[in-house]
């Protein structure tokens, strides 16, 4: 995912510790962390709980969390790719209308 992302021009950040925990991907001038998550952050407890204190965490420091289920880079990571770029996009949208 990160290399996808380079590819297309976004500045992101692999591992970056964000104060909490280490981020998987962290793109700063749009605000917004990106976790790929493997089906364990999807039933086990402790695993969802953490990630839900995590992404409070960030929150408050004004960032936004996007969870990207490994099962979206293993059928299509192209297009998961693009839709992340199009997110990332309308996120510095926001931050630069708020400025």
């Known amino acids: 995912?990160?290399?996808?992302?380079?590819?297309?021009?976004?500045s992101a950040e692999l591992e970056k510790f964000d104060g909490y925990k280490t981020v998987d991907i962290a793109v700063a001038d749009a605000k917004v962390n990106i976790e790929v998550d493997g089906p364990q952050h999807h039933y086990k407890y402790e695993?969802?709980?953490?990630?839900?204190?995590?992404?409070?965490?960030?929150?408050?420091k004004g960032y936004l969390t996007l969870r990207i289920p490994t099962?979206?880079?293993n059928e299509n990571l192209e297009e998961t790719a693009n839709s992340i770029c199009d997110f990332l996009k309308l996120s510095k949208m926001k931050i630069l209308r708020a400025i």
Not at 1 to 10: A, D, E, P
Not at 48 to 54: E, G, V
């Open 47 to 60: 695993e969802a709980l953490s990630d839900l204190q995590r992404t409070l965490h960030v929150f408050r």
């Open 71 to 73: 099962a979206l880079l």
């Open 1 to 10: 995912m990160y290399l996808s992302l380079k590819l297309r021009g976004v």
